[in-house]
């Protein structure tokens, strides 16, 4: 048995996973809210109070940059340390990664049917790297490496790198951020908050109006940028549909940058608790703007797009990398 863990900024699941093959399946699966526990180890002495089943490794996806076996969680009040996860779980190896790492070895852990593409006519370079861009509570990137013989997930922290404006609107958009924020990442702009900053914009710079009801359900409301989504797609607030287009687009433009700089021809793979849902807006308003790359344009065309549907993509790949790293199985395409 493998325990997994995808821990993020919002929700924290664990799951107890058999292997089947080269697959790994779900025996339990729990989900908890991240915020409502001091760290993992809180949650995890929760989870084995009540599941008691024999696991010889565990791995965990965590959101922020794992170094020296240690991750200062970004988006939680959080430091988790292996040795200390160890220590509860007593006795069997503890992996940490990136939870977008996670997700990397998530593609390779799903059925088929979990992908759609946003470009079906475009082709996979089976010698190209993957990327994989993700926007939920943060916004995590990662890349998986074709060795020449097999694919090896990458972690980075590229959602924390510098947003580069691409027109007036854009650069105005940057100014009355950095005016905020100081300086202005990505993740500024593209998770649930960055949503909600991106309305703020256009509201604060007279872009469209909030009419009273609106301003009174995001005023009560715990996750503001909900709201927006759901008005914005429902049609009822103009200003909310203009905020997910400008989201759309700057999403697809940041998803354009990561194919270029991996050099993605194999794919490149949204992930995250937000696409899904922008799902209707994600056409040309999303392809457009990805493909916009000057001379690179050719080779940004021919990429493949595709949406990961399941949310528990990171879950899995945690189980998968921990059979992986356990020398539980060697997988055709996934490197250990």
């Not at 959101?63 to 200062?72: E, Q, S, T």
């Not at 009822?236 to 203009?242: F, T």
């Not at 922008?278 to 999303?286: G, S």
Request: with cysteine.
């Amino acid at each position: 048995m493998i325990l997994a863990g995808d821990i993020g900024g919002t929700s924290t699941r664990l799951g107890i996973f058999h292997l089947q093959g080269t697959q790994v399946i779900p025996q339990v699966v729990e989900r908890y809210s991240s915020r409502s526990f001091g760290g993992l180890t809180d949650i995890l002495s929760q989870f084995l109070a009540v599941q008691r089943q024999p696991f010889c490794v565990a791995a965990f996806g965590i959101a922020g940059p794992v170094l020296d076996g240690r991750v200062h969680t970004p988006n939680l009040p959080w430091i988790v340390d292996a040795s200390a996860v160890a220590t509860v779980l007593n006795g069997p190896p503890v992996f940490l990664l990136n939870d977008l790492e996670a997700n990397a070895c998530g593609v390779f852990a799903l059925p088929p049917t979990d992908f759609e593409p946003l470009n079906s006519e475009a082709t996979a370079d089976p010698t190209g790297n993957l990327a994989i861009i993700s926007a939920g509570t943060g916004l995590g990137e990662a890349g998986i490496m074709f060795d020449g013989n097999k694919l090896r997930p990458l972690a980075c922290e590229g959602g924390h790198a510098g947003f580069a404006p691409e027109n007036e609107l854009e650069a105005e958009l940057w100014r009355f951020l950095a005016k905020k924020f100081g300086r202005v990442s990505a993740e500024r702009i593209l998770s649930g908050p960055g949503l909600f900053n991106l309305y703020t914009f256009l509201r604060d710079t007279g872009r469209g109006v909030e009419s009273p009801a609106l301003a009174a359900e995001i005023g009560a409301a715990a996750d503001p940028a909900a709201v927006v989504s759901r008005s914005g797609l429902s049609g009822s607030s103009d200003l909310c549909a203009a905020t997910l287009e400008l989201f759309v687009r700057i999403y697809g433009s940041e998803a354009g940058n990561l194919a270029l700089k991996l050099k993605a021809t194999r794919g490149v793979m949204i992930g995250g608790g937000i696409a899904p849902h922008l799902r209707p807006l994600l056409d040309r308003r999303f392809l457009d703007p990805f493909t916009a790359k000057g001379r690179m344009r050719p080779m940004l065309e021919a990429i493949p797009v595709q949406l990961i549907r399941n949310d528990q993509a990171a879950l899995y790949g945690s189980a998968l990398y921990a059979a992986l790293k356990a020398g539980l199985l060697e997988h055709p395409h996934l490197a250990a």
